[in-house]
C-alpha cells in the first residue's frame, strides 16, 4: 500500500484539494463574548440573511426565522474581591449588585462598572439596538473575568471569541487575501471563493464576477449578484458586498490593480479520504473544499446563492463535515439558529422542518456532544408539538399551506426535491416516511433527556408508521408506492427514504432496491442520499460508480467546486431556474462525497452516539486500494485497506466492532481481506 501513515494519507487528500488557503488564518479574536441561549445563532442567521438579500439579484429566504430577544439578563455570582468592572456591550447595561442599582460610565472601551465590596451577585440587562443581539464582554474586573455567568434563569450563556470593538455575531469568518491572476481586464481565482473585491483604478469601474468565465462575461442584465462598486479611498474601490465567484472582469476603466479579501472557516482538524483512482480521490477533496467554503457562520447553501442556511443542506453537510473537518459548533450552531420558525416551517418548506428534526439524530451520532439532548430537548419536544398539531387522526402528517410557505414548493410546502411534484389530491409517501423518521429521531433524543413529552412522541411515530404502511406499502409488489391513494407507482424518493429511517430492510426486497437504483438524481442532494441507502442495501460498488459518473462529470467541465443540480446532457451546465446562471456551482448539498466515500468503499460508520463505537468494513470493488481519516473525537480513525488486507488504527475514546468482538482505543487492528 503507498500511504502507511495518517500524515502520509492526510497529505495526499490536501494534495488533491484546489483549496488555497491556511487551515488556520490568522485572525485574533481576544475576547470573550456572552450572549443568551440561542442568541448568538439567531444574530448569525440574521446577519446572513440581510447580507445574501442584499447581495442576490434573485434570492429568497422565508421570513419566519426567530426573533432576537429585545432585552437580555446576564447574572454572575462574583468570585473574589470586587471593585471596577469593565464590559464591553451591544447596548446600554443597567447594572445591579445585590438588587441595588450600580451607575455603569460610558468609558473608551466600554462601560465601567463601580462595584461595591462583597457583592454577592451581580446581574446586567443589556437592551441592543433594533435587529442586533444582547452581547457582552467582560474586559477587566477583579475576580470577574471568569466567574459564572448565566441568564436570568441559570441557563448556560453561549460564549463565542470576538474583539475589544466588535461582537463575533458581526464579524464573520476570517480573512484571507488572494491575488487573483489575469491580463488587464480578467481575473481568476486558483479555486472559488466567497470574498470582496478590492481595486485600484483612477475612476468607478465596472465590475462583473462568475462562478464561470463565461458568467463573468456575461451582460449585466444576466448577472446572479449585486456588483455595486464603492469608494474606499483616493483611486481605491471595492464592491459593495461579497460575492461569490471564481472569475472576475474589470473594465472601464481597466484597473491598476485588483485582489480579494476573502472569507474562510479555520479548519483545526481535517479529514481524508485517497485511493487508487485518482478521480474518486478527487471527488473527495472538491467536495471537502465545497463544504469548507459553505461554512460561513453557520452552513449556508451555498456561495453566490441564496448564502443562507437551509434545512435540507444542513441535513447532508452534517454527515459531510464529521468526515471532513470534525467542525461540530457550526453544526450545532445552525441547528439551533433554524429551531425556532416564528410561524408555519423551517424555510417555509414542511419536509424541512422533519429534516431539521433528522438533522439533531445525525448530529447526535456523529459528533461528541453529550449534553445537547438535556439542552436542546425543551427546543425539540416545542417543535413536535407544533408539527402534531397537522396531522390527521390516524397520524400522518397533512402540512398547511401557509404565508410563510415556499413559493417553489407543493401544496403544504412540500419541496422533497427540485422537479418533484405531488398533484392536487395525492399525498407524498416521501413526506409520510420523513414524518415517521423525525418522529423517531426527536423520541430518542426526548428518551435520552428523561423528558416527560417521550412517549407522546413515540405514540405519533407508532400511528404514522401503521397508516402509513396500511396506504402506502405493496405487499404483492414488495415496494412503496409514491403516493398514498391508488393507483400509484414505485416511488425513489419513498423507498431511499425507507431504507435509510429503518422502515425497510432493502435486503429483503429487491424492488426497493431497484426502485431507488432507477432515479436519475436531478440533484446530488437527494442523490446523495440515494446512494447512501444503495450502500446501506449493500450495493456499494454501484453506489460508488455513481459517485465517479455524476461528480466527476463536474469536475471534467474543470469545477473546483460542486454544484446544485446535476447538468443535462445538451444543455449548459450554469442554467438553472429559467436563468443563464441561476444554478450555483459550489452548494452545500452537493458535498455528500465527503461522507459517502469513506462508508461506501471502507464501511466506516458510527455504531453509537459521539463515535463511541465504530465499524469499519471494506468493499474496495475495482479499486486497487484505499485508506482515509477520520477526525473521530478523541484522535484520528485511521483505516488503510488494499487486496491484502486491512489496518485499522483505533483512537482513544472508541471501540472497534468487529465480527462480534471490541476492541478499545487506542489500538492498532489487522485483518485479512483475502477469501
Same mark, same amino acid.
Given at each position: ?211 464561470? *468565465? &463565461?458568467? /463573468?462575461? $456575461? ?5 446572479? !449578484?449585486?456588483?455595486?462598486? %464603492? @469608494?474606499? =479611498?483616493?483611486? +481605491? ?81 452534517? *454527515? &459531510?463535515? /464529521?468526515? $471532513? ?5 457550526? !453544526?450545532?450552531?445552525?441547528? %439551533? @439558529?433554524? =429551531?425556532?420558525? +416564528? ?86 409517501? $416521501? ?245
Amino acid at each position: 500500500m503507498p500511504l502507511a501513515s495518517r500524515d502520509e494519507i492526510l497529505a495526499a487528500a490536501r494534495r488533491a484539494s484546489r483549496d488555497p488557503f491556511p487551515d488556520l488564518p490568522e485572525d485574533p479574536r481576544p475576547v470573550s463574548w456572552m450572549y443568551g441561549p440561542g442568541q448568538y445563532e439567531l444574530a448569525v442567521l440574521h446577519r446572513l440573511v440581510r447580507d445574501g438579500l442584499a447581495a442576490n439579484r434573485f434570492a429568497h429566504y422565508a421570513q419566519n426565522f426567530g426573533v432576537l430577544d429585545a432585552r437580555s439578563v446576564f447574572r454572575a455570582d462574583a468570585l473574589g474581591p470586587t471593585g471596577r468592572l469593565v464590559v464591553a456591550a451591544t447596548g446600554t447595561p443597567t447594572v445591579t449588585a445585590d438588587g441595588a442599582d450600580v451607575p455603569a460610565a460610558a468609558v473608551p472601551d466600554g462601560w465601567a462598572i463601580e462595584l461595591p465590596a462583597a457583592v454577592r451577585r451581580i446581574t446586567v440587562v443589556v437592551e441592543p439596538a433594533p435587529g442586533g443581539p444582547a452581547a457582552i464582554a467582560v474586559l477587566a474586573g477583579d475576580g470577574l473575568l471568569a466567574p459564572s455567568w448565566s441568564d436570568a434563569a441559570g441557563h448556560p450563556l453561549t460564549v463565542r471569541p470576538g474583539t475589544r470593538d466588535t461582537a463575533p455575531h458581526a464579524l464573520g469568518e476570517p480573512v484571507v487575501e488572494l491575488v487573483p491572476l489575469g491580463d488587464r481586464a480578467h481575473y481568476a481565482l486558483p479555486a472559488a471563493a466567497l470574498a470582496r473585491v478590492v481595486m485600484r483604478a483612477p475612476e468607478r469601474p465596472t465590475l462583473m464576477s462568475g462562478e464561470s *468565465l &463565461a458568467e /463573468a462575461a $456575461a451582460a449585466p442584465h444576466e448577472a446572479e !449578484t449585486a456588483h455595486e462598486v %464603492v @469608494a474606499t =479611498g483616493t483611486g +481605491r474601490w471595492a464592491s459593495r458586498h461579497e460575492l461569490g465567484f471564481r472569475h472576475l472582469t474589470v473594465t472601464d476603466p481597466v484597473p491598476e490593480a485588483v485582489s480579494v479579501e476573502a472569507r474562510i472557516r479555520p479548519v483545526p482538524r481535517r479529514g481524508a479520504f485517497v485511493c487508487s483512482d485518482d478521480t474518486l480521490t478527487r471527488i473527495w477533496a472538491t467536495s471537502a473544499y465545497t463544504l469548507r467554503l459553505c461554512l460561513q457562520g453557520l452552513v449556508i447553501d451555498g456561495i453566490k446563492r441564496d448564502r443562507m442556511p437551509w434545512a435540507g443542506d444542513l441535513a447532508l453537510s452534517t *454527515l &459531510a463535515n /464529521a468526515f $471532513a473537518f470534525a467542525d461540530a459548533d457550526i !453544526t450545532r450552531d445552525t441547528i %439551533v @439558529a433554524l =429551531g425556532s420558525p +416564528r410561524d408555519g416551517y423551517v424555510n417555509g418548506i414542511s419536509d424541512y422542518s422533519l429534516w431539521w428534526l433528522i438533522s439533531t439524530a445525525f448530529y447526535r451520532r456523529h459528533f461528541d456532544d453529550p449534553h445537547f439532548a438535556r439542552e436542546e430537548a425543551e427546543r425539540v419536544h416545542a417543535f413536535v408539538e407544533r408539527l402534531v398539531a397537522d396531522v390527521d387522526a390516524r397520524g400522518l402528517f397533512r402540512p398547511r399551506s401557509v404565508p410563510s410557505g415556499f413559493s417553489s414548493g407543493n401544496d403544504g410546502g412540500v419541496f422533497i426535491d427540485w422537479g418533484v411534484r405531488v398533484p392536487p389530491g395525492r399525498s407524498s409517501t $416521501a413526506l409520510q416516511v420523513l414524518w415517521v423518521w423525525a418522529l423517531r429521531s426527536a423520541e430518542r433524543l426526548l428518551v435520552d433527556a428523561t423528558h416527560a413529552g417521550a412517549e407522546r412522541v413515540a405514540e405519533a411515530a407508532r400511528s404514522a408508521e401503521r397508516a402509513l404502511r396500511a396506504d402506502a406499502w405493496d405487499a404483492r409488489r414488495g415496494v412503496w408506492r409514491e403516493h398514498l391513494e391508488q393507483p400509484s407507482e414505485p416511488d425513489a424518493y419513498a423507498n431511499l427514504l425507507a431504507v435509510l429511517s429503518g422502515l425497510t430492510d432493502a435486503g429483503e426486497s429487491p424492488a426497493v432496491v431497484e426502485a431507488i437504483g432507477a432515479t436519475a438524481g436531478r440533484t446530488p442532494f437527494m442523490a446523495s442520499f440515494a446512494l447512501r441507502a444503495l450502500g446501506v442495501a449493500g450495493h456499494r460498488a454501484a453506489a460508488v460508480d455513481r459517485i465517479r459518473r455524476d461528480w466527476g462529470a463536474m469536475l471534467d467541465t474543470g469545477g473546483t467546486t460542486f454544484w446544485e443540480e446535476f447538468a443535462d446532457p445538451g444543455e449548459s451546465p450554469y442554467a438553472m431556474y429559467g436563468r443563464p446562471f441561476g444554478k450555483s456551482l459550489c452548494h452545500a448539498w452537493a458535498a455528500g462525497p465527503a461522507a459517502l466515500l469513506p462508508e461506501l468503499v471502507l464501511g466506516i460508520r458510527p455504531l453509537a452516539d459521539g463515535w463511541t463505537r465504530v465499524a469499519v468494513d471494506p468493499d474496495l470493488g475495482d479499486l486497487e486500494w484505499a485508506a482515509a481519516v477520520v477526525p473521530l473525537p478523541h484522535g484520528d480513525l485511521v483505516v488503510r485497506a488494499d487486496g491484502d488486507g486491512v489496518h485499522v488504527d483505533v483512537p482513544p475514546g472508541t471501540v472497534l466492532v468487529r465480527d462480534g468482538a471490541d476492541t478499545p482505543g487506542p489500538a492498532r487492528v489487522s485483518w485479512s481481506l483475502a477469501p
